[in-house]
């Protein structure tokens, strides 16, 4: 499974943006798929992920604020971003979990919101 993240951009506080991330290769077995991201000097921690049923998970930080969805193949994930904060400055990473277990990652994409 191949991921190809876009849509990271320089936006002003309360602005915003969508990531999309599609997938190729073997997607048929996909069962996860989902962000991540990765603020300077921090760790990697999840955003949000939603399953080939439809439901989702949220990090606190985001509740209210992003929507994320898959398209009705199930290959492509986005994330709508509302009301972005500095705080949500960071490199944003899609993946994609098969029901083997396997995971993937795409290659991040950067996400700069100036105060």
């Known amino acids: 499974v191949q991921l190809q993240a876009s849509g990271g951009g320089l936006v002003q506080t309360g602005g915003s943006l969508r990531l999309s991330c599609p997938a190729s290769?073997?997607?048929?077995?996909?069962?996860?798929m989902g962000w991540y991201r990765q603020a300077p000097g921090m760790q990697r921690e999840l955003v949000a992920n939603?399953?080939?049923?439809?439901?989702?998970l949220y990090a606190d930080f985001v509740k209210g604020r992003f929507d994320i969805s898959r398209d009705s193949a199930g290959n492509t994930v986005t994330l709508h971003m509302r009301s972005l904060k500095p705080e949500d400055t960071a490199v944003y990473y899609c993946?994609?979990?098969?029901?083997?277990?396997?995971?993937?990652w795409g290659q991040g994409t950067l996400v700069t919101v100036s105060s």
């Open positions: 993946y994609a979990v098969q029901f083997s277990s396997r995971s993937h």
């Open positions: 939603i399953n080939d049923r439809g439901n989702t």
């Open positions: 290769g073997s997607t048929f077995n996909i069962n996860t």
